[in-house]
């Protein structure tokens, strides 16, 4: 027994002369235990507030996956877009899941020429398993979309004007964000904004209009 006690004090003074010499302290101990990927999602909560800019063009109809697969092509509609949003985080739940709401605005330019104005929900979700590599976030969004002028694709032409039409539509805007996981407070978003009817819940509206933006957001 005294052997033994001889033993484990030894190596108790071992382990406290290592953590002197290397300047480690028990609560430094705990703080690795808190994982890269979940540091990330606390300094991004720490922050609620939000703000982004963006611009982005809008994308002809049906072609999205052209151009995604090459951006060179000619797939890109009529307007250009530049904007910005707020938005807040309301909550985080089952780990993984955000609420956000967001307010946001944009211009047309082009062959449009007028405002959107939008105020969402965002549901995402940031459990991807390289997050400790690249902070990474998903959201889906929800919630009334208004344009000053109508898109073409909505619209129409003069000689066959779509049928049914209402400057009010939905916000359904999928976003991907990447950002260093020491600081998830400045995030670069890729969304995609569509205006939809909701199949036809919005005045009998099945085409809405869809726009490819990149922007960057920070926290605070």
Known sequence: MECFMSSLSRVCAFGLLAMFLF????????????????????????????GMIFAGSSVADGKLRDIMVAPWTGSWGDDTLAGG???????????????????GGAYRFGDTEGGEFWAAGYLRYDGFPWTNYVYT????????????????????TDARPEPNQSRFLNFFSPEITFALPDRPDQEIAIRYMHRSGIFGTYNGVYEGANSLIVGFRARF
């Open 137 to 156: 976030t998903f959201g889906l969004s929800m919630g009334p979309d208004y344009v000053t002028r109508l898109p073409r694709v909505e619209r129409g």
């Open 85 to 103: 949003a707020v938005s807040y985080r309301l909550a985080r739940f089952w780990k993984f899941f955000m609420l956000d709401a967001e307010l």
């Open 23 to 50: 300047g480690a302290t028990p609560s430094a101990f705990a703080q690795h235990s808190v994982s890269v990927a979940d540091r990330a999602r606390e300094l991004a909560d720490a922050r609620p507030w939000a």
